[in-house]
């Protein structure tokens, strides 16, 4: 098997970097004699970079990042260039094991029938063509929860979350939850929840985290991008759009 590098974007909040190498653990767990290696785009170490040239061999890379924005577009790109590794997808977008995820963390942070409404919080993109996802993944769980969702942005974009939970409220919800559209705990996170909380959100659903639909997410996009790396060209990379 090709070793696999999960790339996180990093954090000065040793929160999110401790979650990410969690999650790669989990990944570890779930594919017995897989090599999996952790590095991040800036703020922590090691980078891609570092770790590649340390593997010496060819490897999939899946990036740890929930749209295709500029991380996923143009950061990660330059930093693996001259690598032979094939980038996988990121794993945004309604797909079966994401929506799972979500759906667990809301279920243990309040009870299905607690809520008429629901925020999908994320930490947010200028670039319009990225957040699409987001509020496909918002639509996907509004049509599976029977409940109205309304998307929010930490940064880069409106609504905030106090803006979120107003609007669900003049859509006639009364009791609103916020699901987690993160990987992990950070500043963005805290940003967008703690909003939607003044605003009178009665429940935050935890980040995706280490979780085993986490990692059977990557796991496909391993699979996928494995199968696709070339005999030959240094870089292999594919996007989600």
Known sequence: ????????????????????????????????????????????????ATVLTALDERAVVVPLLLTNAYHGRIDLP???????VAVAPPLGGPSDHLLAG?????????????????????????MAEARVVVHQTGDALSAALGVPV?????????????????ALRARGARRV????????????????????????????????GASWDLARLILERYEWASTSLPNTSPVASFSNA
Not at 78 to 84: E, I, L, N, R
């Open 1 to 48: 098997m090709k070793p696999l590098l999960l790339v996180a974007h990093g954090s000065r909040d040793p929160r999110a970097n401790a979650t990410t190498r969690a999650l790669a653990r989990v990944v570890a767990a779930a594919r017995p004699g897989l090599d999996v290696r952790v590095s991040f785009l800036e703020l922590a170490q090691p980078s891609p």
């Open 78 to 84: 330059a930093q693996v260039a001259g690598f032979d």
């Open 102 to 126: 979500l759906r667990k963390r809301l279920d243990a942070a309040i009870g299905r029938d607690a809520y008429d409404g629901l925020v999908l919080a994320a930490a947010g993109t200028r």
């Open 150 to 166: 309304e998307v929010a942005y930490a940064a880069g974009a409106t609504p905030s979350g106090g803006e979120a939970v107003a």
């Open 177 to 208: 939850a916020v699901a987690s559209y993160f990987l992990a705990c950070g500043r963005l996170f805290d940003l967008v929840t703690d909003s939607a909380v003044r605003a009178g959100a009665v429940a935050v659903a935890e980040p995706l």
